[in-house]
C-alpha cells in the first residue's frame, strides 16, 4: 500500500494551525480525474441540443407582414405535428405565425426561402378538404425543419418545427477492455483472425465508438432473418474477453449489436445516424466480404 510522508517542519505547522483554530490544512491525496456520470453527460448533450434546436428556429424566415402567435386550435391536428418523426434522442421546439395572405403565394415564398445548408427532402399537400397545408422536412447532420402551411379564408397558418437529434452516451466502463490483442471475425463466408495491432486498435476504436441504444424508445420491429457478424476479442493466451454479434446491415434499435464483457451482457449498441455501418467498415478493412445469409 503506498505511504505518503511529511517532513517534520510540515507536520508542526500543520498542528499548529489546527489547534489554532484556523482553517485546516489541505489533505494530502491522489488527484483522481472526476468523469462526468451518464445521466449528467446526457444532460449536457440535450442542452446542447435544444440550443442547437432554437437557433435554427431563429433561421427560419417567415413571409413579409407575418406575426407570431400562439398555438392555434381546432385544425384536426394538421398543425400538431408534420414531416418525418426521427426515431432515437431528439429535442423539439415550434413557433406559430399567421400572415393574411392566400396559401399559394405563401408557399412559394416558404420553397424560396430555405434555409442555408438545408436541402429540401419532402414536399406534399393536402386536397381533399380544407385547411390545405404543405410540409416541408429539410435535414443536415441530425438537424430537421418541418414547416407545415394551412390556408384559412382570409389568412395562412404556419407551423414550424426545428428538430436536432442527440446520442445518449455510453457508459467508460461498456468497452472493450484494454488487454485485448487479437480479435476474431466469424460471419457465414468468411473467418478472418486480426492479430496486426494497428488493425486490432481500429476495430476496437471504431467499436468503442458506438452509442448504446437509445434507451425508452420502443417501436414494432420486423422479423430478421440474417446471421450476425460474431467478433471475439481475445488477450492473452486466447482467451476471450468480450464479445459482439453485429448485424451484417445498419445496426439500429430493431437490429442492435449484442455485446458481453466476461460474459456480462452490455447494454446494446447501434450505428450512428448518417455514418456508414461498423459491418461495412469492417468489411472495407479486411477485405473480405462479410455477406447477409437468411438463417
Not at 75 to 98: K, M, N, T
Not at 270 to 293: C, E, K, N, Y
Request: net charge positive; hydrophobic share 40%; aromatic share 6%.
Amino acid at each position: 500500500m503506498k505511504r505518503w510522508s511529511l517532513p517534520a517542519s510540515a507536520l508542526v505547522l500543520v498542528l499548529i494551525a489546527c489547534g489554532a483554530g484556523t482553517k485546516s490544512a489541505p489533505q494530502v491525496t491522489a488527484a483522481k480525474a472526476r468523469v462526468p456520470s451518464v445521466r449528467v453527460t446526457a444532460a449536457r448533450r440535450e442542452r446542447a441540443a435544444l440550443r442547437e434546436a432554437k437557433k435554427l428556429l431563429q433561421e427560419f424566415v417567415a413571409p413579409r407582414g407575418a406575426r407570431r402567435i400562439q398555438e392555434p386550435r381546432n385544425y384536426a391536428g394538421v398543425l400538431r405535428q408534420s414531416g418525418p418523426q426521427p426515431i432515437g434522442e431528439l429535442v423539439d421546439v415550434h413557433r406559430f405565425w399567421s400572415v393574411r395572405k392566400p396559401l399559394k403565394p405563401v408557399i412559394a415564398f416558404l420553397r424560396a426561402h430555405r434555409l442555408r445548408g438545408l436541402k429540401q427532402s419532402v414536399a406534399s399537400s393536402g386536397s381533399q378538404q380544407p385547411p390545405h397545408y404543405i410540409v416541408m422536412s429539410s435535414r443536415a447532420g441530425g438537424r430537421y425543419l418541418n414547416v407545415t402551411s394551412v390556408g384559412l379564408p382570409r389568412r395562412t397558418i404556419i407551423r414550424v418545427e426545428a428538430q436536432v437529434e442527440w446520442v445518449y452516451p455510453r457508459s467508460p466502463g461498456e468497452k472493450v477492455p484494454a488487454a485485448t490483442t487479437e480479435i476474431d471475425v466469424r460471419a457465414p463466408r468468411a473467418s478472418v483472425d486480426v492479430t496486426n495491432p494497428a488493425k486490432v486498435a481500429r476495430i476496437i476504436r471504431w467499436f468503442d465508438a458506438l452509442p448504446i441504444s437509445p434507451p425508452g424508445i420502443a417501436v414494432s420491429c420486423p422479423a430478421v432473418g440474417y446471421v450476425d457478424i460474431m467478433l471475439s476479442f481475445r488477450g492473452a493466451g486466447g482467451a476471450q474477453l468480450a464479445h459482439a454479434d453485429v448485424p451484417p446491415a445498419f445496426a439500429w434499435i430493431c437490429d442492435s449489436i449484442s455485446f458481453t464483457i466476461g460474459g456480462t451482457q452490455q447494454k446494446p449498441l447501434i450505428d450512428r445516424v448518417h455514418r456508414p455501418s461498423f459491418a461495412r467498415r469492417l468489411q472495407r478493412l479486411l477485405g473480405v466480404r462479410l455477406v447477409r445469409t437468411h438463417r
